[in-house]
């Protein structure tokens, strides 16, 4: 093992951080949980993978709120207006999502 974190980005911004096995393990933000989903050898069988809907933001002209909420199948309204505070979850985790906090 090379490194002993991980820290999930989307459109710029923080989206997950926490120890390797944790976020191989659990994944806790729509964002991570996705990228755990279609990564080949993470899913059983022949499964396929699943595709992360939709089109990663324009840099130029980001979303407003969470840069994942076009995205996000948990999204509502405040994911929407509001970008959500990226918070200690643990003493090893913090994740930036209103479901979350």
């Given at each position: 093992e090379t490194v002993d974190r991980v820290v999930v980005m989307y459109?710029?911004?923080?989206?997950?951080?926490?120890?390797?096995?944790?976020?191989?393990?659990?994944?806790?933000?729509?964002?991570?949980?996705?990228?755990?989903?279609?990564m080949p050898g993470r899913t059983p069988g022949k499964q396929r993978l699943v595709e992360i809907a939709g089109a990663s933001p324009n840099p130029a002209n980001p979303p407003t709120g969470c840069p994942f909420h076009p995205r996000c199948a948990?999204?509502?309204?405040r994911c929407a207006a509001e970008a959500p505070v990226f918070k200690a979850l643990s003493d090893s985790r913090a994740a930036a999502c209103w479901r979350l906090v």
């Open positions: 459109g710029g911004r923080v989206m997950e951080t926490a120890p390797v096995q944790d976020i191989f393990d659990a994944p806790l933000h729509p964002y991570t949980q996705a990228l755990m989903a279609s948990a999204a509502d309204a």
